[in-house]
Protein backbone atom coordinates (compact mmCIF):
# COMPACT_ATOMS: atom_id res chain seq x y z
CA UNK A 1 0.00 0.00 0.00
CA UNK A 2 1.26 3.63 -1.05
CA UNK A 3 2.19 6.07 2.11
CA UNK A 4 0.98 9.14 2.52
CA UNK A 5 3.53 11.62 3.31
CA UNK A 6 2.00 15.57 4.03
CA UNK A 7 4.24 18.27 4.02
CA UNK A 8 3.38 22.14 3.95
CA UNK A 9 3.56 24.00 0.51
CA UNK A 10 4.86 27.56 0.00
CA UNK A 11 1.77 29.62 -0.23
CA UNK A 12 -0.82 27.28 -0.46
CA UNK A 13 -2.12 24.88 2.52
CA UNK A 14 -0.98 21.06 2.80
CA UNK A 15 0.04 18.75 -0.05
CA UNK A 16 0.03 14.73 0.03
CA UNK A 17 2.62 12.92 -1.51
CA UNK A 18 2.18 9.66 -3.19
CA UNK A 19 5.20 7.76 -2.82
CA UNK A 20 5.74 3.88 -2.63
CA UNK A 21 8.61 1.37 -1.62
CA UNK A 22 9.74 -1.54 -3.88
CA UNK A 23 7.50 -3.82 -2.42
CA UNK A 24 3.96 -2.12 -3.54
CA UNK A 25 5.21 -0.72 -7.00
CA UNK A 26 7.66 -3.94 -7.94
CA UNK A 27 11.09 -3.85 -8.51
CA UNK A 28 11.17 -2.64 -11.87
CA UNK A 29 9.80 0.51 -10.95
CA UNK A 30 12.03 0.65 -7.67
CA UNK A 31 15.38 1.74 -10.27
CA UNK A 32 14.49 4.71 -11.29
CA UNK A 33 12.24 8.00 -10.08
CA UNK A 34 8.97 8.30 -10.43
CA UNK A 35 7.25 11.09 -12.40
CA UNK A 36 5.58 13.51 -10.24
CA UNK A 37 2.41 15.18 -11.10
CA UNK A 38 1.35 18.08 -9.10
CA UNK A 39 -2.32 18.30 -8.56
CA UNK A 40 -4.37 21.30 -7.21
CA UNK A 41 -7.80 21.18 -5.07
CA UNK A 42 -9.39 23.93 -3.89
CA UNK A 43 -9.84 24.11 0.29
CA UNK A 44 -9.58 20.82 1.94
CA UNK A 45 -9.79 17.09 1.12
CA UNK A 46 -13.32 16.29 -0.06
CA UNK A 47 -15.27 13.23 -1.41
CA UNK A 48 -14.58 14.78 -5.04
CA UNK A 49 -10.60 13.59 -4.41
CA UNK A 50 -11.80 10.06 -3.59
CA UNK A 51 -10.24 8.35 -7.04
CA UNK A 52 -7.21 10.24 -6.42
CA UNK A 53 -6.19 9.21 -3.13
CA UNK A 54 -7.62 5.60 -3.55
CA UNK A 55 -4.97 5.85 -6.63
CA UNK A 56 -2.32 6.92 -4.48
CA UNK A 57 -3.57 4.32 -1.14
CA UNK A 58 -3.62 1.33 -3.42
CA UNK A 59 -0.46 1.91 -5.44
CA UNK A 60 -2.10 2.48 -9.01
CA UNK A 61 0.04 5.85 -9.31
CA UNK A 62 3.16 3.76 -8.23
CA UNK A 63 2.67 1.07 -10.23
CA UNK A 64 2.99 3.21 -13.19
CA UNK A 65 6.20 4.75 -11.79
CA UNK A 66 4.25 7.86 -11.19
CA UNK A 67 4.08 10.19 -8.10
CA UNK A 68 1.07 12.88 -7.28
CA UNK A 69 2.09 15.97 -5.29
CA UNK A 70 -1.52 16.57 -4.10
CA UNK A 71 -1.82 20.47 -3.01
CA UNK A 72 -4.47 22.88 -1.65
CA UNK A 73 -5.24 26.39 -2.46
CA UNK A 74 -8.36 28.42 -1.35
CA UNK A 75 -10.40 28.31 -4.25
CA UNK A 76 -11.19 26.93 -7.76
CA UNK A 77 -9.97 30.09 -9.34
CA UNK A 78 -6.74 30.54 -7.85
CA UNK A 79 -6.11 26.53 -8.25
CA UNK A 80 -6.59 27.93 -12.30
CA UNK A 81 -4.56 30.78 -11.79
CA UNK A 82 -1.61 28.14 -10.73
CA UNK A 83 -2.50 26.04 -13.51
CA UNK A 84 -2.17 28.28 -16.37
CA UNK A 85 1.15 29.82 -14.63
CA UNK A 86 2.56 26.35 -14.63
CA UNK A 87 2.76 26.07 -10.81
CA UNK A 88 0.20 22.88 -11.70
CA UNK A 89 0.48 20.24 -13.60
CA UNK A 90 -3.32 19.82 -13.01
CA UNK A 91 -6.40 21.03 -10.79
CA UNK A 92 -9.18 20.14 -9.79
CA UNK A 93 -12.18 22.89 -10.23
CA UNK A 94 -15.81 23.78 -10.91
CA UNK A 95 -15.89 23.06 -14.46
CA UNK A 96 -16.75 26.69 -15.04
CA UNK A 97 -13.36 28.17 -14.29
CA UNK A 98 -11.54 26.51 -16.80
CA UNK A 99 -13.70 27.76 -19.71
CA UNK A 100 -13.34 31.05 -18.55
CA UNK A 101 -9.40 30.91 -18.50
CA UNK A 102 -9.59 29.45 -22.20
CA UNK A 103 -11.73 32.28 -22.93
CA UNK A 104 -8.96 34.55 -21.87
CA UNK A 105 -6.45 33.17 -23.26
CA UNK A 106 -4.98 30.96 -20.53
CA UNK A 107 -2.49 28.18 -20.88
CA UNK A 108 -5.00 25.61 -19.87
CA UNK A 109 -6.99 23.13 -21.02
CA UNK A 110 -10.02 20.41 -19.73
CA UNK A 111 -8.28 17.19 -19.45
CA UNK A 112 -11.79 15.45 -18.40
CA UNK A 113 -14.53 15.42 -16.19
CA UNK A 114 -14.37 14.43 -12.80
CA UNK A 115 -18.34 14.57 -12.36
CA UNK A 116 -21.23 15.73 -13.46
CA UNK A 117 -24.31 16.01 -11.24
CA UNK A 118 -23.46 18.59 -8.52
CA UNK A 119 -22.51 16.94 -4.96
CA UNK A 120 -23.86 20.47 -3.10
CA UNK A 121 -26.58 20.42 -1.04
CA UNK A 122 -28.20 24.20 0.46
CA UNK A 123 -27.67 23.05 4.42
CA UNK A 124 -29.99 25.87 7.30
CA UNK A 125 -30.72 26.29 10.88
CA UNK A 126 -33.55 24.47 12.19
CA UNK A 127 -36.60 26.16 11.74
CA UNK A 128 -35.65 27.45 8.47
CA UNK A 129 -38.31 25.14 6.51
CA UNK A 130 -38.48 26.66 2.55
CA UNK A 131 -36.32 28.67 0.65
CA UNK A 132 -38.76 31.32 0.57
CA UNK A 133 -37.60 31.73 4.45
CA UNK A 134 -34.15 32.54 3.45
CA UNK A 135 -35.25 35.83 1.59
CA UNK A 136 -33.18 38.87 3.14
CA UNK A 137 -31.00 36.26 5.49
CA UNK A 138 -27.13 36.12 5.19
CA UNK A 139 -25.71 32.53 3.09
CA UNK A 140 -22.49 31.48 2.61
CA UNK A 141 -22.61 30.57 -0.99
CA UNK A 142 -19.22 31.14 -2.08
CA UNK A 143 -17.63 33.78 -4.81
CA UNK A 144 -19.21 35.76 -7.36
CA UNK A 145 -17.24 32.91 -9.99
CA UNK A 146 -17.80 30.33 -7.92
CA UNK A 147 -19.92 27.09 -8.91
CA UNK A 148 -21.71 26.87 -5.77
CA UNK A 149 -23.40 30.34 -6.84
CA UNK A 150 -24.78 28.65 -10.14
CA UNK A 151 -26.16 26.19 -8.45
CA UNK A 152 -27.84 28.12 -5.88
CA UNK A 153 -29.04 29.89 -8.52
CA UNK A 154 -31.01 26.92 -10.18
CA UNK A 155 -32.79 26.11 -6.70
CA UNK A 156 -33.38 29.87 -6.14
CA UNK A 157 -35.08 30.27 -10.04
CA UNK A 158 -37.07 27.29 -9.39
CA UNK A 159 -38.43 28.63 -6.76
CA UNK A 160 -39.30 31.99 -7.86
CA UNK A 161 -36.51 33.76 -6.41
CA UNK A 162 -33.32 35.23 -7.61
CA UNK A 163 -29.62 35.94 -5.63
CA UNK A 164 -30.64 39.14 -4.95
CA UNK A 165 -33.56 38.35 -2.62
CA UNK A 166 -30.60 37.36 -0.17
CA UNK A 167 -27.51 38.52 1.37
CA UNK A 168 -24.66 36.56 0.84
CA UNK A 169 -21.29 35.69 2.40
CA UNK A 170 -18.45 34.89 0.00
CA UNK A 171 -16.53 32.05 1.30
CA UNK A 172 -13.94 30.53 -1.19
CA UNK A 173 -14.79 26.56 0.04
CA UNK A 174 -17.16 24.02 1.59
CA UNK A 175 -14.49 23.84 4.67
CA UNK A 176 -14.65 27.70 5.01
CA UNK A 177 -18.51 27.73 4.32
CA UNK A 178 -18.94 25.10 6.82
CA UNK A 179 -17.45 27.33 9.71
CA UNK A 180 -19.49 29.74 9.07
CA UNK A 181 -22.81 27.93 8.93
CA UNK A 182 -21.64 26.12 12.29
CA UNK A 183 -20.18 29.51 14.10
CA UNK A 184 -23.89 31.00 13.58
CA UNK A 185 -22.49 33.79 11.04
CA UNK A 186 -24.85 32.61 8.68
CA UNK A 187 -28.12 30.99 8.63
CA UNK A 188 -27.30 28.43 5.39
CA UNK A 189 -24.45 27.17 3.01
CA UNK A 190 -24.38 25.44 0.02
CA UNK A 191 -21.89 22.45 1.39
CA UNK A 192 -20.33 19.57 -0.61
CA UNK A 193 -19.93 15.71 1.00
CA UNK A 194 -18.93 14.68 3.48
CA UNK A 195 -18.97 18.22 5.29
CA UNK A 196 -22.33 18.06 3.82
CA UNK A 197 -23.25 15.18 6.41
CA UNK A 198 -21.43 16.63 8.70
CA UNK A 199 -23.62 19.67 9.02
CA UNK A 200 -26.93 17.69 9.55
CA UNK A 201 -24.60 15.07 11.91
CA UNK A 202 -24.72 18.66 14.17
CA UNK A 203 -28.39 19.55 13.74
CA UNK A 204 -28.66 21.33 10.59
CA UNK A 205 -31.30 20.97 8.21
CA UNK A 206 -30.61 19.33 4.14
CA UNK A 207 -33.25 22.56 2.99
CA UNK A 208 -32.38 21.37 -0.93
CA UNK A 209 -29.99 19.45 -3.08
CA UNK A 210 -28.63 20.99 -6.51
CA UNK A 211 -29.08 17.39 -7.91
CA UNK A 212 -32.46 17.89 -8.37
CA UNK A 213 -32.46 21.31 -9.90
CA UNK A 214 -30.30 19.71 -13.50
CA UNK A 215 -28.60 22.60 -15.02
CA UNK A 216 -27.29 20.72 -18.16
CA UNK A 217 -23.42 21.44 -17.81
CA UNK A 218 -21.12 19.17 -15.82
CA UNK A 219 -20.06 19.81 -12.14
CA UNK A 220 -16.30 19.43 -12.10
CA UNK A 221 -13.26 18.97 -14.58
CA UNK A 222 -9.35 18.20 -13.69
CA UNK A 223 -7.96 20.89 -15.68
CA UNK A 224 -4.43 20.78 -17.61
CA UNK A 225 -1.42 22.98 -17.99
CA UNK A 226 -1.31 22.95 -22.26
CA UNK A 227 2.78 23.06 -22.18
CA UNK A 228 2.60 20.39 -19.91
CA UNK A 229 0.20 18.27 -21.88
CA UNK A 230 2.03 18.74 -24.55
CA UNK A 231 5.94 17.51 -22.57
CA UNK A 232 3.93 14.86 -20.52
CA UNK A 233 1.89 12.97 -23.04
CA UNK A 234 2.76 9.33 -21.45
CA UNK A 235 2.66 10.37 -17.73
CA UNK A 236 -1.17 12.24 -18.93
CA UNK A 237 -2.21 9.09 -20.50
CA UNK A 238 -1.05 7.12 -18.03
CA UNK A 239 -3.31 9.29 -15.26
CA UNK A 240 -6.45 8.79 -17.02
CA UNK A 241 -5.65 5.38 -17.01
CA UNK A 242 -4.96 5.14 -13.20
CA UNK A 243 -8.41 7.29 -13.17
CA UNK A 244 -10.35 4.60 -14.22
CA UNK A 245 -9.10 1.68 -12.23
CA UNK A 246 -9.09 4.08 -9.16
CA UNK A 247 -12.91 4.25 -9.74
CA UNK A 248 -13.86 0.98 -10.84
CA UNK A 249 -12.16 0.05 -7.51
CA UNK A 250 -14.40 2.40 -5.92
CA UNK A 251 -17.47 0.44 -7.44
CA UNK A 252 -16.42 -2.86 -6.25
CA UNK A 253 -18.80 -3.50 -3.49
CA UNK A 254 -16.15 -5.26 -1.78
CA UNK A 255 -13.56 -2.68 -1.16
CA UNK A 256 -16.34 -0.64 0.38
CA UNK A 257 -14.94 -0.52 3.89
CA UNK A 258 -11.39 0.27 2.59
CA UNK A 259 -12.49 2.99 0.55
CA UNK A 260 -14.17 4.71 3.24
CA UNK A 261 -11.03 4.29 5.71
CA UNK A 262 -9.37 6.41 2.55
CA UNK A 263 -11.17 9.21 2.53
CA UNK A 264 -12.09 9.62 6.44
CA UNK A 265 -8.55 9.63 6.89
CA UNK A 266 -7.63 12.01 4.78
CA UNK A 267 -10.80 14.57 5.02
CA UNK A 268 -10.75 14.22 8.90
CA UNK A 269 -14.72 13.58 9.21
CA UNK A 270 -16.49 10.20 10.67
CA UNK A 271 -16.96 7.19 9.50
CA UNK A 272 -20.40 7.91 9.49
CA UNK A 273 -20.71 11.12 7.50
CA UNK A 274 -17.91 9.76 4.90
CA UNK A 275 -20.17 6.22 4.67
CA UNK A 276 -23.43 8.49 3.82
CA UNK A 277 -21.15 10.87 1.66
CA UNK A 278 -20.35 7.71 -0.60
CA UNK A 279 -23.90 6.45 -0.61
CA UNK A 280 -24.94 9.70 -1.62
CA UNK A 281 -22.32 9.89 -4.56
CA UNK A 282 -23.50 6.16 -6.17
CA UNK A 283 -27.00 7.37 -5.97
CA UNK A 284 -26.71 10.22 -7.66
CA UNK A 285 -24.55 8.30 -10.22
CA UNK A 286 -21.56 11.24 -9.02
CA UNK A 287 -18.40 10.07 -10.73
CA UNK A 288 -18.07 10.24 -14.66
CA UNK A 289 -16.77 6.82 -15.71
CA UNK A 290 -16.29 8.29 -19.10
CA UNK A 291 -12.75 9.79 -19.22
CA UNK A 292 -13.91 12.02 -22.90
CA UNK A 293 -15.13 15.48 -22.03
CA UNK A 294 -19.01 15.81 -22.83
CA UNK A 295 -19.51 18.29 -25.87
CA UNK A 296 -23.38 18.92 -24.80
CA UNK A 297 -21.86 20.08 -21.36
CA UNK A 298 -19.10 22.01 -22.32
CA UNK A 299 -21.74 23.97 -24.81
CA UNK A 300 -24.18 24.18 -21.91
CA UNK A 301 -21.20 25.63 -19.84
CA UNK A 302 -20.04 27.92 -22.67
CA UNK A 303 -23.64 29.53 -23.34
CA UNK A 304 -24.22 30.32 -20.18
CA UNK A 305 -21.00 31.99 -18.91
CA UNK A 306 -21.80 34.05 -22.62
CA UNK A 307 -25.84 35.01 -21.08
CA UNK A 308 -23.84 36.22 -17.80
CA UNK A 309 -21.11 38.11 -20.26
CA UNK A 310 -18.52 36.13 -18.14
CA UNK A 311 -16.86 35.32 -21.36
CA UNK A 312 -16.97 37.71 -24.56
CA UNK A 313 -16.39 35.56 -27.61
CA UNK A 314 -18.10 32.60 -29.60
CA UNK A 315 -16.24 30.08 -27.66
CA UNK A 316 -15.63 27.10 -29.74
CA UNK A 317 -15.91 23.54 -27.59
CA UNK A 318 -12.94 22.16 -29.80
CA UNK A 319 -10.86 25.14 -28.41
CA UNK A 320 -11.26 23.40 -24.85
CA UNK A 321 -9.22 20.40 -24.94
CA UNK A 322 -5.37 19.17 -26.04
CA UNK A 323 -6.75 16.56 -28.64
CA UNK A 324 -3.00 14.43 -28.04
CA UNK A 325 -4.39 13.80 -24.56
CA UNK A 326 -7.89 14.29 -24.10
CA UNK A 327 -10.60 13.40 -26.44
CA UNK A 328 -14.48 14.45 -27.11
CA UNK A 329 -18.04 12.44 -26.90
CA UNK A 330 -20.98 13.86 -27.53
Known amino acids: MAKLLRRVAAGLHVAIIATAAAASCGAPHAARAAETITLGAPGAPTGTLWPLLIGIDQGFFAAENLAIDLVFARSSASVIQQVAAGSLDLGETGVLDPVRAIDQGADVAIFCIQATPSPYGLVVKPGITSVHDLKGKLLAVGIATDIARDYLDAIFIANGMSDGDIESLPSTSTSARL ?13 TAPALFRAQSDGFV ?4 ASDYPTGFPFEAISINRGWAASHRDAAKKFLAVHAKSLAWLDDAKNRDAAIAI ?20 RIAFFDRDTAVSKSGMRAAIALLQRRGDIKDQLAVEKLIVPEVSSFRE
Open 263 to 282: MAKASKESVGDVTRSLDFYR
Open 179 to 191: AALESGAVVGAML
Open 206 to 209: LLAL
